[in-house]
Structures are given as C-alpha cells and as structure tokens.
C-alpha cells in the first residue's frame, strides 16, 4: 500500500506547536517527500518562508528574495544602488562593525541584483545563527543609507561597470532586451550607465525601497535549520515588513507587464582597428538573435528548457567532456564544423510574465558571412520541427542529472526554493522537476518553436558595415521575415 501513495504528501493545517510560535497566526504547509521536508508559511503580512531542514548540515544557508530588480525601477540606477548599498551602516552599527561581527562568527553575506529579482544572501555555522539573523536582518530592514556611503558605492561602481566595456557581452545582452522589450520594463539596465552614475540620489534609492521591500514581494527561505529551531525573533522582524509601499512613492516604482517586440540593433565598427584585449583575447564579432518564448508560468515551460539543452552549443577552446553540451546540435554542426567560430550557445531566459530564447555566436573577425550562412541554416531546420529521438532522450536526461546535481548544494537548494515560492506561489521538490521533465514530448518542443517563429526575431549585432547589410537577407531567406 505505501507504494501506491504518491512521492510527494501534502498536508496543508494551522501552524502549533509547544514553542510561542502559536502567538503569532502563522500558516504552515508542509511538504514532505522521500528525500526532503520544506516547512512553508505565509505571514499575515504576505511574506512568504520556505525552510528545509537536512541532516547532517553543519552550516545554514538563508536567503531574503525581493520581486524586484531594474524593470521596476523609473529612474535609473535606483534598483542597482539599492542592492550595492545591502549590509552597509545600520541605525545601531557602522558598516565597519557590522562586517566584523559577521565575520566573527564565521558568517558570510553578499547581495544580487538582475532585472527581475534581487537576493539578500547569508551562510553561517549553526550555532551561532540567532547572534547572525540579528545582524542579517537589521542590516536588511533598519539600514543607514549614509550620503557618504552612496557616493563610496558610486565610485566603486563606475570601476565595475568600467570594466564591463573590456567585454562586448554586457552591452549585447543589455541591447537584445532593449531591442526585444523596449526600453521600460524588462528593457532596462541591469546596472547603470556610466554618464548616469552622478545622477543617483539617496531619495531615489530609498523611494525604490519602499515599493520593493514589502510583503508580497518578499519571500525568506533556508536550509540546514528547521523550521522550529529558527529564533523567534527572525519571524517577528519578518512579520514587521509592510505589506504595502506608502502612496507618496508609488510613482516610484512600475509594474508594467513586459511585452515581446522583437528588431534590430546593428552596430557597426571598423573591425581593422580592433586589437587583442587586456585579456589577450583575439578580436571578435558577435552575432545574436532572440526570440518569443515561454515564461516562468507557461505550461512549455518544461519543454522549452529541454529544447535549450537539446540544442546547447560551446566554445572552441574547452568543450569538455559528456554533459557540457559535446553531443548538442549546435556543437557539433556549428562549433566542430566551423574552426572560426570563438562560442556558440543557445540560451532561454525566462521571467514570470515572459520568455527570450537566443542564440549568441561570437567569431573571428571576417568570418560574418560564413556564420550568418551556418546559423541560418540550423534556424530553418529548427523552424520545420525536425528533431531526433536521441538527442531528444539525451537533452531530457540532461537537464534532470544537471537539476538534481545543483539541488545536493545547500545554498543552491536554498535559492530555489525562495525563487519558486516568490514567482510560482509553489515549491516543487527535486522529484517533481523530474517529472515535469518526463512529461515533455516532441510535441510540445514543437509548440515551443511555433510560439518562438510566430514573432519577428531580435537581431544584435557588433560586426562591420558589410556583415551588417546581410542581415536583412538572412531575415527572409532562413526566417521567413521582412
């Protein structure tokens, strides 16, 4: 009879217990399977947390996810800022004393930011977590935002994003957004640009905060502690969030649903004067294109991740081995075949309201025309639906080993589950990603290419003047568009 039960139980009730959790009506579903427990409840503020106890762990991983990045923000920099200004002064501690007491206690904190999300990261030694989740959150929820302390963070960002410029791949994957999107929303910069760095104020950063820091866009997971070994004063600081941003700073922060377009973006240079970089990097041109694709919330969610695995790619100095993408269509008949060809990828990037799937090539100069031919030609056979049981097998088999290896990492284990509770109101445990990817047919590869064919496609570019002018060909000779 046990056999018959289903992997994964749920079992949804009120949260008791002996300790003085009860006070507080905390929510609680737990979910249990036959390898992991995640404990989930849901604050009356809407503040979600996720946390899984593994034995054996000697450490914890704890994670503060906001729904929030560059899309949302309206003046630029303010989402970027906000996450660089993360475990600086609070109202009690100066950053200096905060950093110390951290690493006393053998604790670690770093913050994260993209255009959809932002992470507020921390890993500790068990026993000293109550003495680390006070620092942890104060840091988080009663910070400083000192004037002196921003314009040391604008300083140290204009050396980072400087460094950005050394390597095209920043401004391309900026650009294919830009170009896909527009240029709200999802369109945004991740960071900021340079000549917008003196801009930035504190009141535009803490206006942003205001919005962003509020309960249901946050979610609080961890692993390596259980749920009822946590203090309980991480709940009560958690359960002080506001469930809502004050109205004086709601034009502050936007919420726009993000929008597929597709275009061009060619830039031209004069690939004569390109140079080896710092790096010793050999000079290089760069072609990608983007397309519609699923979002997080998709049903062909699951398919689309299989057909980016299926096609893979990589790169001419180290492929590698079995399981870094050496029997994927795109390494073996653009990578292997073409010997000017620096990297080839196809990647799918997906958000909770949208999807880009694309394919980066980066080349020696002067191979443009040879490798519009080459990639062009695979696009129009991915366009007519023609896929191979076996790679199809092996993509599949893929993605689940590459899951499930991520998920024996705490940290990683820890991040998951704090992103599924935020974007997909749900966790999935390990076992049930593997069925979902089971569950994916060729059928459903299919749908995918029709939803990624039935927009016009995304083109970048940084290539010279004459490459540029055979785009427009390759649009309407391999993907049928003018």
Known sequence: KKAMLPLCSRVT???HTTRSFAAIPY???RITDKQKRVDI???PNNVQIGV???SGDVGVSVRLLLKAGSRNQTTPGSAYFFQRMAFKSTQQRTTSELEKEIDSMGGT???VADRNLMSFN???LRQNVKQFMDLFLEAIL???FSPDELEFQKEAAFYEISEDAYSPEPDIHHRLHETAFGKEGLGQRDKIQLDKIADVTIDQVLNFRSQALVGPRVTFSATGLGLDDFPREVFDSLAQIPEKGPSSTQGSFLETPAKYHGGLSLESIDTSLLDYDKYGNPPSEILTIGFQAPSLTHELFPAAVVLSELLGGGSSFSVGGPGKGMHSRLNKTIVEQCHWVIQMNSQYTPYEDAGLFYFFMKLYVGRMSHSIQHLGYQLS??????????EFLRAKNQVKAKAWTAMESRDLRCEDIGKQLLLLGRYYSPLELGELVDNVTIDQLCQVVELMFSQPPTIVTKTDKKSNDLIPYMKMKYLNSN
């Open 52 to 54: 899984e106890k593994s």
């Open 122 to 124: 921390g890993l500790v």
């Open 109 to 111: 904190v770093w913050s």
């Open 13 to 15: 009730k009120p949260f």
């Open 27 to 29: 929510f609680r579903e």
């Open 381 to 390: 056979i991915l366009k007519s639906q023609r896929f191979e049981m076996e």
């Open 41 to 43: 409840i849901k604050l």
């Open 142 to 144: 009663h910070p400083q």
